[in-house]
Nanobody, 120 residues
């Protein structure tokens, strides 16, 4: 079972940047697809970005061109670089692991979440 330690959340002004990190335990990290999801107050959880074990990525339309997901299999870590942040990006961000089926990513293991607040 993979477990996660997330870090990097916080308060940032609109237009600013944050980098989230998710360190995973377990020696089989490299075979999992990984992702970041978020949940804002009163809204459903949504997938923000995902990356396959080979490094292919996909993004929600709302973050394309602003967010970048990456992974370092040697360090068992996945990152989410968030630029040009907007108030609507405010949410709890969750690291997750899962698999791809029919070109869609399905998370199955979740981290505890880290708060990102975008406000002036």
């Amino acid at each position: 079972q993979v477990q996660f330690v997330e870090s990097g959340g916080g308060l940032v002004q609109p237009g600013g940047s944050l980098r989230l990190s998710c360190a995973a335990s377990g020696s089989i990290f490299s075979i999992y697809a990984m992702g970041w999801s978020r949940q804002a107050p009163g809204k459903q959880r949504e997938l923000v970005a995902a990356i396959t074990s080979g490094g292919s990525t996909n993004y929600a339309d709302s973050v394309k061109g602003r967010f970048t997901i990456s992974r370092d299999n040697a360090q068992n870590t996945v990152y989410l670089q968030m630029n040009s942040l907007k108030p609507e990006d405010t949410a709890v961000y969750y690291c997750n692991a899962g698999g791809y089926y029919s070109d869609s990513y399905y998370p199955s293991v979740w981290g505890q979440g880290t708060q990102v607040t975008v406000s002036s």
